[in-house]
Structure formats: C-alpha cells, structure tokens
C-alpha cells in the first residue's frame, strides 16, 4: 500500500495512516432537534393571538368600532385604534397599506411556524412536560421545519423594527391584500 521509496529509511510510515471504513460501518446520524418548551408553548400562544389579530386586519372595516363583526370578539381594538392609529380609523380612512401588508406577512410567517409544530407533532405521542422535556426529533423535514421556524422567527423580529422605525413621508396606498402603490 505505501511503499518505500528507495534510498529512504523506514520512519514509521509504512503502515497507514487512515483506512476507509467498511460499509457496514458507515452510519448516517442526521439532524437532530431539541425543541425548547418555551418556544413551543410560546407558538402556540402566539399562533393564536397572531390569528385574532390578522382577522381583525383583514376583516376591517367590518372589525373595526361601529362595524357588524366589532363586537365582542374585536371589542379591545376600539381602546388599541385610538392609542395605536395604524389599527384605527386614521390609517383607514387615509388608506395606509401598512397594517394590511404587515398582516400579509403574518399569515407567511404562521404558515413557516405551523409547519415547525406539525413536524414536531407528527412525532410525539405524548405531549406531556416530562416526555416533551427530554424530546430528540430526528428524521426527514425536521431540518427543513426548524429553518422555516427560524426563517419566521426574522421575519417577525424584522416587522417588528420596521413597525417601530418613524414612518416615511409617503403614505402606502390600500388596494387589496398582496397589491400596494405608493402614493407621493
């Protein structure tokens, strides 16, 4: 296998260094995933406040105080749209896009954290604290469920600056849900 070369004194190197592996020796471990219960149960409550709140944009005006569907299930938007106007009567009637495409982005991002959750559902059995605690996932799609929950975890954090950047002069102009112009 290695061979002296002529002239050279053996210096140890004749033996080798490193054998190939036999094929039956070779394994594929592949990903594996420990999701933290605090990202699971702070999923699922946010997954849930994050859809009441879609509603009500989508919904609007209709969700909005004074609309058929305000009242009971979007009552404390009323106190939220007069303190925070994009979700209020101002943005509307001035017809900012902001608050539409931002939901747009909600429902993108719920859809990554579902998939995360179904992954993650699909191969637990028992969802109690003492099992979920010690929870090793592994196994096709996991990877892939872990960097969309991590892709809409940007996504969120990145709304989440620009909804508290001052806004720019020019207005967004509402023209339904995925279309918006900008207006000068």
């Not at 002296?4 to 020796?25: E, H, I, N, Y």
Request: with cysteine; glycine share 8%.
């Amino acid at each position: 296998m290695c061979d002296k070369l002529p002239g050279m004194a053996d210096l140890g190197a004749s033996k080798p260094v490193a054998r190939t592996p036999k094929p039956s020796a070779i394994t594929t471990a592949g990903y594996t995933h420990r999701p933290p219960i605090a990202l699971l149960a702070w999923l699922f409550l946010s997954l849930t406040l994050v859809a009441w709140d879609t509603l009500y944009v989508q919904l609007r005006p209709y969700a909005m105080p004074g609309g058929t569907l305000h009242s009971p299930l979007w009552a404390p938007y009323a106190m939220y749209g007069s303190v925070d106007h994009i979700y209020g009567w101002p943005a509307w009637n001035s017809r900012n896009g902001f608050t539409a495409v931002q939901s747009a982005m909600n429902v993108l991002e719920r859809a990554f954290y579902c998939w995360y959750l179904y992954v993650i559902g699909c191969q637990i059995g028992d969802w109690s604290f003492a099992h979920i605690s010690h929870l090793e996932i592994r196994g096709d799609g996991v990877s892939l469920a872990v960097l969309l929950s991590f892709s809409g975890a940007v996504m969120t954090v990145s709304k989440t600056m620009l909804y508290c950047e001052p806004r720019p002069s020019y207005q967004l102009q509402r023209t339904d849900l995925l279309t918006v112009s900008r207006v000068e």
